[in-house]
């Protein structure tokens, strides 16, 4: 299985801070990496897909980026309500596999 | 806008079967690759499988002598069985789908179901 090391577990940032969010895959997967958020019993939500292309309705704030079989999410300016937390998921080969998470937490 | 629904007991008894079914609605669950995924309270995410709406399928290896995975395609449903439970399938189980076929991630989800596994 292609593991997925997400860091760091936590974070915590203010309303305003800019916020990157790593996850390093045992492998290469190309660009077959997405990012979610998910909100305390909420479903995951996808956030960006092929690395950095943004889903439909997400805003411009969340952007990422690839090097190598690192991947990053970048939250440009914290708003209240991306206080949340943060897994990446690969869809390179199955069995499919996601990150442990990150919380960012309110400062 | 497609959406999904999980439904199914909240309480399994150990060395049980766990059975859950996931209802589309708003699309045909005709086309795209179904999946199941759980999240144990507290814990990351898993992947359990998928079928696709002709009815091949593809399970996590680890989970694989447990699971089976299929399809009404009559009722827009798909089913998940996993035998022989334990205390560590606690979780809440999720059905997924793809968004369009550049979307590489599940941009569809239901709203989870916790399933309890105790006696």
């Known amino acids: 299985d292609i593991q997925m090391t997400q860091f760091p577990s936590s974070l915590s940032a203010s309303v305003g801070d800019r916020v990157t969010i790593t996850c390093r895959a045992s492998?290469?997967?190309?660009?077959?990496l997405n990012w979610y958020q998910q909100k305390p019993g909420k479903a995951p939500k996808l956030l960006i897909y092929a690395a950095s292309s943004l889903q439909t309705g997400v805003p411009s704030r969340f952007n990422g980026s690839i090097s190598g079989t690192d991947f990053t999410l970048t939250i440009s300016s914290l708003q209240p309500e991306d206080f949340a937390t943060y897994s990446c998921?690969?869809?390179?080969?199955?069995?499919?596999?996601f990150g442990q998470g990150t919380k960012l937490e309110i400062k | 806008h497609v959406q999904l629904q999980e439904s199914g007991p909240g309480l399994v008894k150990p060395s049980e079967t766990l059975s859950l079914t996931c209802t589309v609605s708003g699309g045909s669950i005709s086309s795209y690759y179904w999946n199941w995924i759980r999240q144990p309270p507290g814990k990351g995410l898993e992947w359990i499988g998928y079928i696709y709406y002709s009815g091949s399928t593809n399970y996590n290896p680890s989970l694989k002598s447990r699971v089976t995975i299929s399809v009404d395609a009559s009722k827009n449903q798909l089913s998940l069985k996993l035998s022989s439970v334990t205390a560590a399938d606690t979780a809440v189980y999720y059905c997924?789908?793809?968004?369009?076929?550049?979307?590489?991630?599940?941009?569809?989800w239901g709203q989870g179901t916790l399933v309890t596994v105790s006696s």
């Open positions: 997924a789908r793809k968004g369009s076929a550049a979307t590489t991630g599940f941009a569809y």
């Open positions: 998921q690969q869809s390179y080969i199955t069995p499919y596999t």
């Open positions: 492998q290469s997967i190309s660009d077959y």
